[in-house]
């Protein structure tokens, strides 16, 4: 019997919905959306580091003020509650992704340890 990886794919998918750590962070989202300052800011941080990812993807090197902006916003974000239960429930959820892909990548990590 063939196996569609997809079909487990997209199982998995359903089942990362369900789990606790997916569900606390799409609450502690909402809690964050709820306050429009930190919302704000959260927004703001997100561009910030999405156009320096993108630079350095691009091979650009990365000016000193904007260096600095991504710092100063880091540090505004870092006091903000909503916003620190948000990114220590998205670690939560890495963690799971990762176990996940160790499991994931094991034939492949075992193909290259023979």
Do not use: C, W
Request: a negative charge; zero cysteines.
């Amino acid at each position: 019997m063939a196996v569609n990886i997809y079909d487990t794919a997209n199982q998995l998918e359903q089942d990362l919905r369900q789990t606790k750590e997916y569900k606390e962070l799409q609450a502690a989202y909402a809690t964050m959306q709820a306050n429009q300052s930190a919302f704000d800011l959260f927004k703001d941080f997100q561009e910030v580091q999405m156009q320096l990812s993108q630079k350095q993807m691009n091979g650009e090197e990365l000016s000193d003020e904007e260096v600095q902006k991504a710092h100063d916003l880091a540090d505004k974000v870092g006091n903000v509650d909503e916003i620190k239960a948000l990114m220590g429930k998205e670690r939560n959820l890495n963690q799971l992704m990762n176990d996940l892909n160790q499991i994931i990548t094991k034939p492949v990590q075992e193909l290259y340890r023979n």
